[in-house]
């Protein structure tokens, strides 16, 4: 007897990825979902990020890590915004990327509407987390020019579903030796619409342009 | 042994633990109590789940369900393209999503699958 029953295998995750995203949009919030390697700068890059927007809108950070706090009390010492840790190694068997469940589970019962912009700052990884929803917005993956210019080739899946690419590091190019348009070109065949900003989140050179791509989403 | 499978942790865990839910989901709605034989499965290329590593977690993860001992049929569907200019379809290499014929942009149509096919029963059935 065989039963043909034909079924997303991700369903389950993208039935409470709509419901976060429904959440989110009641609270008039909107979502970003902060993807890279460990070491790009994710944490950096939002510390700018929060510094230059504390002021004019309400933020809040759901921080995602297998383990321990490092991210979340950083970014305290910023700016005095709701913080949520995510540890997957309590609940989650240690995963190294953030899913919907996960999401839905961290904000429970809190309604914070009116919150502005959401960041999500996902398990440092260049894998898993493109495969799940967790009811983003936007995509948005953190690249530094340390990394070298082949991951879009060798991680084409997460270079893939990005709509922002932030290449962080900008300051030290020429002492790494990247090659920019090497770099870009990779990107290309992966993402033809991928917008790169280059930024440094050490000298902050790139960071307005940035912040001016959440201007915009905010203004919708 | 969990504390194997924590200290091993990839995403196929999840996918895994999905693959079992939406598997023992369809079985339930169908009032089926007896156990399942094989899966079929289809995985794309364009995915990030590695086939063997998912081999390892359902067969973890469908201990003491209708699935255990179950095998899990994997199908492999190739990245498949579509460029939104000349139409012309192509399974380009993994790393490269422009079109093959005229450098333009492509969709994806094949490539993304995560999904249960089916679910063979075991012979006891009849």
Known sequence: VIIKDVRNILSANDRIAVANRERFTRWDSYVVNLMGAPGAGKTAILERTIKGL??????????????????RDRLRRVADIP??????????????????????????????????????????????????DV?????????????GEDKPLKYPLMYSVCDVLLLN????????????????????????????????ARSGEGIPAWLGWLDRRVAG | ???????EAM???????????????????????????SLQVEVGRFTSVVPDSLRFYFEVLSRETLLEGAELAIETIP?????????????????????????????????????????ELSDEAA
């Open chain 1, 135 to 147: 009811g983003e917005n936007s995509k948005v993956m953190v690249a530094s020019v340390t990394e």
């Open chain 1, 83 to 132: 913080i949520v840790q995510i540890n997957t190694e309590i609940a989650y068997g240690g995963e190294c990327h953030l899913d919907a469940l996960m999401i839905a589970n961290a904000i429970g019962d809190v309604e914070l509407p009116g919150t502005d912009l959401v960041f999500i700052e996902n398990v440092g990884n260049l894998v898993c987390p493109a495969e799940f």
């Open chain 1, 54 to 71: 504390s002021e004019r809108y309400r933020l809040a950070v759901i921080e995602g890590d297998v383990r321990g706090s490092y991210d």
């Open chain 2, 79 to 119: 990245l498949r393209t579509r460029c939104q200019k000349c139409l012309v379809e192509a399974e380009p290499d993994i790393a490269s999503l422009l079109c093959p014929s005229c450098d333009g942009l492509v969709e994806v149509v094949g490539g993304r699958e995560l999904r249960l096919i089916s679910i």
């Open chain 2, 11 to 37: 995403h196929e865990l999840g996918i895994a633990r999905s693959l079992v839910e939406v598997a023992v989901a369809a079985m339930t709605e169908r009032c089926v109590t007896i156990p399942a034989k």
């Open chain 2, 1 to 7: 042994l969990l504390a194997m499978v924590v200290s």
């Open chain 1, 169 to 200: 590091k900008s300051d030290i190019a020429v002492a790494v030796d990247f090659d920019r348009e090497l770099f870009r070109q990779n990107c290309r065949s992966v993402n033809p619409g991928l917008l790169i900003i280059e930024v440094s």
